[in-house]
């Protein structure tokens, strides 16, 4: 079955600082995954999506995401993080039948100005 | 107006009451789904809809119901609401396919006393 794994619960940079949040991905199959981002009192909306058609993910507000095959890796990057990034954030993958979306325990952003 | 709209977006209830949580979409896709989230628990689905007749239970059913009144309309129920329901709610829904992403509603807060 699928899984995700985020790891750390709160991370805090300092604007302008590299963010980086980590998830890890456990499927039989080649995998769907997902980085869904949730701002303050608001539903969650997709950042970006990783399909297949390319290792590097380019998402919005300036993410992206590199799949590792070899390391079962997913993790989110954002060169310089603002202050407007401060939110929660949820990898997550498709089932084996698409069915439904897995998300992991999510990882909360604090930026520090 | 939003794409996926929850009602109420907050309530406040007592332990004992039957509660209902309304969705409707606008984006025309079958598939329709609720969520629970608690912190450090991520999103972990309650129920989920193929279509009106097919309805499937999700990795924490227990204690909630739900009825598919057409495509775009889903809601959720409790039937005796307990303390340990309090969280914060979200519908969702998708397009069939493993790699689409899923819409979300705002929310519903519910607090259960």
């Known amino acids: 079955a699928q899984s995700v794994t985020q790891l750390g619960s709160h991370v805090s940079v300092s604007e302008g600082a590299l963010v980086l949040l980590r998830c890890n991905y456990s499927s039989s199959v080649p995998p769907y995954l997902f980085w869904y981002v949730q701002y303050p009192n608001q539903g969650l909306q997709l950042l970006l999506k990783?399909?297949?058609?390319?290792?590097l993910v380019k998402g919005i507000n300036g993410f992206e995401a590199e799949f590792k095959k070899s390391e079962t890796s997913f993790h989110l990057t954002k060169p310089s993080a603002h202050m407007s990034d401060a939110a929660e954030y949820f990898c997550a993958v498709s089932d084996d039948g698409g069915f439904k979306t897995i998300f992991g325990a999510g990882t909360r952003l604090f930026v520090k100005a | 107006d939003a794409d996926v709209t929850q009602t109420p977006r907050n309530r406040i209830t007592k332990t004992g009451k039957r509660i209902m949580l309304e969705c409707s979409q606008t984006k025309g896709h079958d598939r329709m789904y609720w969520y629970r989230q608690d912190p450090g628990l991520g999103l972990r689905l309650i129920y989920y809809s193929f279509d009106v007749k097919d309805i499937n239970k999700g990795e924490i059913s227990d204690g909630y119901s739900v009825s598919r009144q057409a495509q775009a309309k889903f809601s959720l129920s409790l039937e005796s609401a307990i303390p340990n329901q309090t969280a914060l709610y979200f519908c969702?829904?998708?397009?069939?396919?493993?790699?689409?992403?899923?819409?979300f509603g705002q929310g519903t807060r519910l607090t259960v006393v």
């Open positions: 969702a829904t998708r397009s069939g396919g493993l790699n689409t992403e899923a819409f």
């Open positions: 990783y399909t297949s058609a390319a290792t």
